[in-house]
Nanobody, 114 residues
Framework: QLQASGGGLVQAGGSLRLSCAAS????????MGWYRQAPGEQRELVAA???????NYDDSVKGRFTISRDNAKNTVYLQMNSLKPEDTFVYYC??????????WGQGTQVTVSS
């Protein structure tokens, strides 16, 4: 029900923009966010944005990544600039409805070469 896109291979210092769109059956989304996961590790929050536009970021991406959302399109974006090899992960989008139901996207691989 969430479709993520935009991952790929990029050189260090480059940029990527991830997108995640919710299907029309999902509505009244409160929080949208992006998580990252390395093999064998737990998913961890990268960035999140509320319906009111408040954002929070993991310290490792502050100043380099920007999360935004288009409520009319039920879509969340993650603009990733100044990418580093340590940003290499599978990135997952997550949305939480106003009733607390959680939805996850399928994951998109981001690989940053040095």
């Amino acid at each position: 029900q969430l479709q993520a896109s935009g991952g790929g291979l990029v050189q260090a210092g480059g940029s990527l923009r991830l997108s995640c769109a919710a299907s029309g059956t999902i509505w009244s989304i409160n929080v949208m966010g992006w998580y990252r996961q390395a093999p064998g590790e737990q998913r961890e929050l990268v960035a999140a944005i509320t319906s009111g536009g408040s954002t929070n970021y993991d310290d490792s991406v502050k100043g380099r990544f920007t999360i935004s959302r288009d409520n009319a399109k039920n879509t969340v974006y993650l603009q990733m600039n100044s990418l580093k090899p340590e940003d290499t992960f599978v990135y997952y989008c997550k949305m939480i409805s106003r009733w607390g139901r959680e939805y996850w996207g399928q994951g998109t691989q981001v690989t940053v070469s040095s």
